[in-house]
C-alpha cells in the first residue's frame, strides 16, 4: 500500500493505551529507559461522530455540549476492541501544522490482522470521507463497498429507527455527593475509567447513569506530582506509580465501591476482574497505607496492611530506605494466652501466663479518657486543690474499667504483642498488646462503647495495633452514635466516700453497714493477705476492711519504730488474696471498726469465707476473736487441716503428743490435748478435748442437717429445768442445749453444752432433741485455774481476765488436772507449741497472785510459781504497780476494802 506520496508506510507496533473517539486512539509505544512514547493516531479516509464535552471553566462561553447519535457506541466499539491490545499501525501521512497522523491500525503483530477501520465502517458506526479519494484507492473503495453495505442492512447509524436513545445523558457534577454515596454504598457500580491523575486518583463515567465522578483510592497514598511554579515535579516513583494504575486502569471496564467524601470527591475502591489496584500498587512498593481513609475501606484493611508488610520487607520502591521503628519482638514471645488477674486501668491490665509469670500489658494503639476531651478543653470537673482520683473523677474512666473488670478478671483471653514503646520522658516501657477473649477484640470493644479513643501515628510510624483499622472504624462508629466520651452529654458523676484513714466518718457508716448483713462490694487493691480496700457502690464509699478471725502473716511496714521485715508466707498470702478477689465482686459481713478507722468483718467470694480459705491454705491463723463468730468451727477446722498437712505457716510446726506422762516427784501428770471454747467469771473456762473433736463434728453435720430438712414446729416444745434440748444459734444453725432457768420475759436461759456458751432464747427457737444425739456426752467441759489468786479489784480482774483470753484463745492447748475441790477440777494448762505454763506466764505478768497450797506432791511447781511473783512484784508490774503488799498486809494496818 502507498502513501499519498507514492512511499510505502513502514509498520510500526505498539498498545493501545485509549481511544479518545470512534476515529482517535493513543498508542504506546516500547519503553527505551523511562516512560513509554505515546502519539496519538487518527484512523485515515472515516469520520467518526462527535463525543459530548464539559464546558471549559477557562473559556468564556464555552458550554456542556451533547453526544452526536453513536458517538458513544463509536467509541465503545473501538475500546473494547483496541485498549490494552498489542497491535501494528502505519502511518498514511501527516497534516502540515497540526502534526497529526492518520494512517491504519492492525490487530496483532502484523498487516494480515483485522483491519480495525474496515471494522467500524462495517459496523456502520462512522462514515467514509469521499472526497479526495481516488479510484485507483483499493483500500478507500473498499471501505465505500463495506458502508453501502452497512446502508443496505440498516446497521448502525444507517438504521431507520430513531437515534434519540443512544444519546447519553451525562452529570458532570454531583450536587449531593453524600446523598448520591450513601445510596450506592458498598454496592459495587458498573463504571469505565476515563482518565488517571496519579497512582490512587482517577476520573470514570458511572454506568448506565453516566455520572462523572473523581474517585481517591481509599486506605492508601502513591507518590503525588507536585506543583512548583508553572511545573510538576513528580516526587520519587510518582510517574511508576501513575504507568502502573494507568496501564491497568485507563479505559478499562471496573467495579467501583462508592465509600466516603473528601472535597466533593469520592473516596472508594476500584475493583478489576483480576484484582484490587490498591492491593497491587501497595504491595508493589508504590504506595502506603494511610489511616485517615483505612476505615472505610470495604474489601477488608488487613490485606493491604498485608500488602505494606510484604513491600517493607522486600524493600520495594517506596520502602528501599526502611528500616523498623522499634525493638523486635521475638516470635515464641509475641503471641500466648493467659488469665486476667488485674485491670490496671481502662486500657492496661496484668495477666498471669501459663507459666506462672506476671505480665502488665497495654492495650495498643487506645488512649483511655483524660481529663478534658477534644473539643471540650474548657470544661474543668476538678475543683483546685483537690486531690484527683483518676477512676472516680475522669469522666467515663470508672465506666471504662468497670466494662473491663466484668469482661476479663479471671477470664483467660488471647495476647498478641504488637510492639514494645521503649521508656521515655520518665515513663517506663511498655508492652503493648491486642488481647481477645473468645473472637472479640477487647481494644476494639472499649473504643467502640466510647470508652477510649484511638492514638494518631506518623505516617512512618509502624509500631502500632495489628487491628489498627478496625479500632479506627470502631470509633467512627462510637462518634456517629455519640457514645461515652463521644457524647455531648453532661458525663457521669461519681462522688465517693474515701473512709480509709478517717475515723470519724468511718464512725458514721459503721451503724449502716452492721444493719445491712451481707453487702456487695468490689475488691479495689490488696495490701496484704488479709487487708483489702473494698469499693461499696449501695453506699458509695471506699473503705479498708481486714478479714476477721485469723492472724495472717504481715507484709514489710514502715512504723514509728522503722521498717519492719515481711513475715513468712506473707507474699504467698498477698498473692492467694489478690488472685481469689482482687476486682471481683464479693460481698462482706462487717463486724467492727478499730481506732484507725477500718472495718473488720467477713468477706466472702463466690460463696468462699476468705478468712476460712486462707487458715485452710496455711496463711493464716486462727484469731481469738473467732471464737465467738458463727464461722469459728470452720476456722478451727480448716486450721487442723493444715497444720496436719505441715503446709506454709505450719511447715516447721511438730504435733504433740495426746498424751504425756512427766515424772516431777510424787506429782504424776497428764496432759491432754484442749481448745478452750469459753472464758467465764473468776477465770473459769470451758474446753473442748481434741481427741473427741471428730465425733462432735460428725454429730454437729448431722444435726444440721436434719433440722434443716426437717424444721421443728414453733413452740412445740415446752422447756423444763436441766433439760436436754435442741437450740437455735443467732447464725441460724441448731445446738444441742441445756435449759438452765426459765426467765420472766418468756425467754429462756439454755447452755450450748457442747461449747460452753449461754444464751437467752425465745421458746420459738427450742425443740426436742432426739434420742440419737444424746449418746455423746457434754463436750464442752468446765474448769478453773490451779495455783492463783484472783485481785478483787473489778479493774485488775478485768485486765487479768482479758490476758487470760490473750493468752488461751484459739491456741492449741496442754490441760493437766491437779487437784480437785467439792467436783471443781482445777488445772493447769500449757502452750502446745512452746509450751510455756500459761497461769505462770499471768503470774510473771503480775495479773493474779500465787494461791497457798500444801499438798507437799504440788511443793516444787508452787515454788516455781512464787519466784515468777517476785520478778512481778520487783518489776512493779500490774497489781504490783502501786507497791509490795498482799490483801493479808493490808488487814494489819486496818484497811477494809
Request: hydrophobic content about 35%.
Amino acid at each position: 500500500m502507498a502513501t499519498p506520496g507514492g512511499q510505502t508506510p513502514s509498520i510500526q507496533r505498539g498498545i493501545v493505551k485509549q481511544v479518545q473517539s470512534g476515529d482517535s486512539v493513543i498508542i504506546r509505544g516500547q519503553p527505551k529507559g523511562g516512560p513509554p512514547p505515546e502519539r496519538q493516531l487518527c484512523l485515515s479516509n472515516i469520520t467518526a461522530p462527535r463525543l459530548a464535552r464539559r464546558a471549559s471553566p477557562n473559556i468564556e462561553g464555552s458550554v456542556d455540549t451533547k453526544d452526536e447519535p453513536f458517538a458513544w457506541e463509536a467509541r465503545e466499539f473501538l475500546r473494547k476492541k483496541l485498549v490494552g491490545k498489542e497491535v501494528c499501525f502505519t502511518i498514511e501521512y501527516r497534516v502540515p501544522g497540526s502534526g497529526r497522523e492518520y494512517g491504519n491500525i492492525y490487530l496483532g503483530r502484523d498487516t494480515t490482522g483485522e483491519n480495525v477501520t474496515e471494522s467500524i465502517v462495517a459496523e456502520g458506526l462512522v462514515e467514509v470521507r469521499r472526497g479526495g479519494l481516488r479510484a485507483t484507492d483499493e483500500q478507500g473503495q473498499h471501505l465505500i463497498e463495506l458502508e453501502e453495505a452497512a446502508k443496505g442492512v440498516g446497521r448502525g447509524k444507517w438504521s431507520k429507527e430513531p437515534n434519540t436513545h443512544l444519546v447519553r445523558d451525562i452529570t458532570w457534577v454531583i450536587d449531593n455527593p453524600r446523598n448520591f454515596m450513601d445510596s450506592h454504598h458498598q454496592e459495587p457500580i458498573d463504571a469505565v475509567i476515563e482518565f488517571v491523575r496519579d497512582g490512587c486518583t482517577a476520573r470514570a463515567f458511572l454506568l448506565p447513569s453516566f455520572h462523572q465522578i473523581t474517585i481517591m483510592l481509599s486506605g492508601i497514598k502513591c507518590p503525588m506530582f507536585k506543583l512548583e511554579g508553572d511545573k510538576q515535579v513528580p516526587e520519587p516513583f510518582a510517574e511508576e506509580a501513575k504507568f502502573f494504575t494507568e496501564s491497568r486502569l485507563l479505559q478499562r471496564d471496573v467495579k467501583i465501591i462508592l465509600e466516603g467524601i473528601s472535597n466533593q470527591n469520592f473516596i472508594g475502591s476500584i475493583l478489576h476482574p483480576n484484582g484490587n489496584i490498591s492491593e497491587l500498587l501497595v504491595r508493589d512498593g508504590f504506595a502506603r497505607c494511610v489511616d485517615w481513609s483505612m476505615g472505610l475501606v470495604s474489601q477488608g484493611p488487613e490485606k493491604l496492611r498485608a500488602a505494606e508488610r510484604f513491600a517493607k520487607d522486600k524493600r520495594l520502591r517506596i520502602w528501599k530506605d526502611y528500616t523498623p521503628s522499634g525493638p523486635a519482638i521475638d516470635l515464641q514471645d509475641k503471641n500466648f494466652t493467659g488469665k486476667v488477674v488485674e485491670v490496671v486501668n481502662a486500657d492496661s491490665m496484668v495477666i498471669k501466663t501459663n507459666t506462672g509469670e506476671y505480665r502488665k500489658l497495654t492495650l495498643s494503639s487506645i488512649r483511655p479518657p483524660r481529663l478534658t476531651q477534644p473539643g471540650k478543653e474548657d470544661e474543668s470537673p476538678i475543683k483546685e486543690n483537690r486531690r484527683i482520683r483518676p477512676l472516680y473523677d475522669i469522666p467515663y474512666m470508672f465506666e471504662a474499667r468497670e466494662f473491663m473488670r466484668k469482661k476479663l478478671i479471671g477470664k483467660k483471653v488471647n495476647v498478641c504483642i504488637d510492639y514494645i514503646r521503649p521508656a521515655n520522658e520518665g515513663f517506663p516501657e511498655k508492652t503493648c498488646a491486642t488481647v481477645t477473649i473468645g473472637n472479640i477484640n477487647v481494644g476494639e470493644a472499649l473504643v467502640s462503647k466510647g470508652f477510649a479513643s484511638v492514638l494518631r501515628y506518623r505516617a512512618d510510624d509502624d509500631q502500632r495495633s495489628s487491628h489498627y483499622d478496625e479500632l479506627l472504624a470502631a470509633e467512627a462508629r462510637a462518634q456517629k452514635n455519640g457514645k461515652g466520651v463521644h457524647s455531648k452529654k453532661e458525663p457521669p458523676i461519681h462522688r465517693v466516700a474515701d473512709l480509709s484513714g478517717e475515723p470519724q466518718k468511718a464512725k458514721q457508716f459503721l451503724p449502716f453497714l452492721q444493719r445491712a448483713g451481707r453487702s456487695e462490694g468490689v475488691v479495689e487493691f490488696v495490701a496484704s493477705g488479709s487487708r483489702v480496700r473494698i469499693y461499696l457502690p449501695k453506699e458509695t464509699c471506699l473503705v479498708t476492711f481486714l478479714l476477721a478471725g485469723i492472724n495472717c502473716p504481715r507484709m514489710a511496714r514502715t512504723g514509728p519504730g522503722g521498717p519492719s521485715e515481711t513475715e513468712a508466707c506473707a507474699e504467698d498470702a498477698l498473692q492467694y488474696t489478690k488472685e481469689l478477689c482482687l476486682q471481683r465482686e464479693v460481698e462482706v459481713e462487717v463486724e467492727s471498726m478499730d481506732r484507725a478507722g477500718n472495718f473488720i468483718g467477713w468477706l466472702f467470694v463466690d460463696g468462699i469465707n476468705l478468712s476460712v480459705s486462707l487458715v485452710e491454705e496455711g496463711l493464716a491463723k486462727t484469731h481469738f476473736t473467732a471464737e465467738r463468730s458463727p464461722y469459728s468451727r470452720l476456722l478451727y477446722l480448716a486450721e487442723e487441716n493444715a497444720r496436719k498437712k505441715k503446709i506454709k505457716v505450719w511447715e516447721n510446726y511438730e504435733e504433740p503428743q495426746n498424751v504425756v506422762v512427766v515424772e516431777e516427784s510424787d506429782r504424776k501428770t497428764t496432759y491432754k490435748n484442749v481448745v478452750i471454747t469459753e472464758v467465764l467469771d473468776e477465770l473459769n473456762f470451758y474446753a473442748q478435748h481434741a481427741d473427741t473433736g471428730p465425733q462432735l463434728e460428725k454429730l454437729m453435720e448431722q444435726l444440721h442437717t436434719e433440722f434443716s430438712s426437717n424444721p421443728p414446729l414453733a413452740a412445740s416444745y415446752t422447756p423444763k429445768h436441766r433439760d436436754l434440748c435442741a437450740a437455735k444459734f443467732v447464725d441460724g444453725n441448731w445446738y444441742r442445749a441445756r435449759v438452765e432457768k426459765l426467765l420472766p420475759n418468756k425467754n429462756i436461759q439454755v447452755l450450748y453444752i457442747d461449747y460452753g456458751n449461754s444464751d437467752s432464747v425465745s421458746v420459738t427457737d427450742l425443740a426436742a432433741l432426739p434420742p440419737s444425739y444424746h449418746s455423746l456426752p457434754a463436750q464442752a467441759h468446765r474448769y478453773q485455774p490451779a495455783f492463783i489468786s484472783l485481785p478483787t479489784d473489778p479493774e485488775a480482774l478485768s485486765e487479768a481476765t482479758a490476758a487470760f483470753k490473750r493468752e488461751v484463745m484459739n491456741n492449741n492447748l496442754l490441760l493437766n488436772v491437779e487437784y480437785r475441790v467439792n467436783a471443781q477440777e482445777f488445772v493447769t494448762l500449757l502452750n502446745a507449741e512452746s509450751r510455756d505454763d500459761i497461769m505462770q506466764n499471768l503470774v510473771k505478768e503480775g495479773y493474779v497472785m500465787v494461791e497457798k497450797r500444801r499438798e507437799k506432791r504440788l511443793q516444787s511447781l508452787i515454788t516455781e510459781y512464787n519466784k515468777c511473783q517476785d520478778q512481778a512484784r520487783k518489776s512493779r508490774l500490774n497489781l504490783w504497780r502501786y507497791g509490795d503488799f498482799t490483801d493479808d498486809d493490808a488487814k494489819e494496818f486496818g484497811y477494809q476494802k
